[in-house]
């Protein structure tokens, strides 16, 4: 069971989850709306608003699609549970504000937030808790995608699954621009599985 979370944390928690497991873009993330459309009991999936246009996406396309898995090894890192903790505790406000947007504002009136908002909430999780080892890090949604779209790519997996999956347009741009290092002694264990690029990797 999730723990009992005040309005902000289960909002920004639910946004770095979110944006760490599946490594899509903010504006991506922002661009769900929270009707969950299929369930199951390890995972849910969600769909980019029909008008929305991914970078990349030509138009016409179908909208996109963002599985979230469970953690059956760590409840307090599942993405799928903090999804679904958040879409109830925030269910009321969606209906006030007659939108079927996924986030909103944890400030009153609670207004759905922009793509900029959704960065800031990701980045915020990263700030705080390097604030409590007592260094505070520069942190940015754009290197929570790359290390994710990193840390879970095995040497199995074809580059151009990669793309396609996570939308770069070519090589160079994944390459140079989301591709990191990953130090060996790295521990995502507590992570579970995580769905990355749209796909599942267990490590």
Not at 17 to 39: D, I
Not at 68 to 92: A, E, F, G, H
Not at 149 to 168: K, N, R, T, Y
Request: hydrophobic fraction near 40%; proline fraction near 4%; aromatic fraction near 10%.
């Amino acid at each position: 069971m999730v723990h009992i979370l005040s309005y902000r944390d289960i909002s920004l928690k639910c946004a770095f989850l979110l944006a760490l497991s599946s490594g899509r873009r903010v504006s991506e993330l922002h661009a769900l709306r929270r009707t969950v459309y299929e369930v199951s009991d390890d995972r849910v999936c969600l769909q980019t608003d029909a008008s929305f246009l991914a970078k990349n996406q030509k138009m016409g396309s179908e909208p996109l699609t963002i599985e979230v898995r469970s953690n059956p090894l760590n409840n307090d890192l599942c993405p799928m549970l903090t999804l679904l903790q958040y879409i109830t505790d925030t269910n009321d406000i969606a209906a006030t504000n007659m939108s079927d947007s996924l986030f909103y504002s944890y400030v009153k009136p609670h207004k759905p937030i922009s793509k900029n908002s959704v960065a800031r909430w990701v980045a915020t999780v990263i700030r705080d808790a390097y604030a409590q080892l007592g260094s505070v890090p520069k942190a940015n949604a754009h290197e929570v995608r790359a290390i994710s779209a990193s840390m879970f790519v095995g040497p199995e997996d074809s580059i151009q699954d990669i793309l396609s999956a996570g939308l770069w347009s070519n090589q160079w741009s994944y390459l140079g621009f989301y591709k990191r290092v990953i130090p060996a002694d790295w521990d995502f264990s507590q992570f579970g599985s995580l769905v990355v690029v749209n796909k599942v990797m267990k490590f």
